[in-house]
């Protein structure tokens, strides 16, 4: 299984619309660095939920359910891919920006690295420690 991380402005596309929708489709994105990294999502691979511009806080983690496909918003729906998502969990504790810059073992984060990068990987490593910050257990 990978990680990933994966923003949403909330006041375009929060958590809690996902919540409501059960699953929802993570289109829109217009980055190709980006777009790779959605091709290279498998079903069951996991990611954050952040909330980029009101909160700036990973909120919650979702799961892949669904392989890379045309992405519906684009009209000629051959450049740009988009995948399935559904919710998994809400963390027990929201992980602000601050703080992820702030923790040293996430100094190499890509999101920290290529902080408009809209979808990034997570490493297996880093992905325990922001379930550590979160006070989630197990990952």
Do not use: C
């Not at 290279?40 to 979702?62: C, P, R, T, W």
């Not at 998994?88 to 996430?106: D, M």
């Amino acid at each position: 299984m990978a990680y990933w991380l994966m923003k949403s402005e909330p006041d375009v596309y929060s958590y809690d619309d996902l919540v409501r929708e059960g699953e929802g489709t993570w289109d829109g994105v217009r980055n190709h660095l980006a777009a790779q990294h959605l091709k290279a999502m498998q079903v069951g691979d996991q990611a954050l939920f952040y909330h980029s511009n009101i909160g700036k806080e990973a909120v919650a983690v979702m799961t892949i359910s669904g392989a890379a496909i045309p992405d519906p918003t684009e009209p000629e729906g051959t450049r740009w891919v988009a995948v399935k998502v559904k919710p998994l969990r809400k963390l027990s504790r929201s992980i602000p920006l601050a703080v992820i810059k702030g923790e040293p073992r996430l100094a190499e984060m890509a999101m920290i690295r290529q902080s408009r990068l809209s979808v990034s990987p997570v490493r297996d490593s880093e992905w325990a420690v922001l379930m550590e910050l979160a006070s989630e257990n197990g990952g």
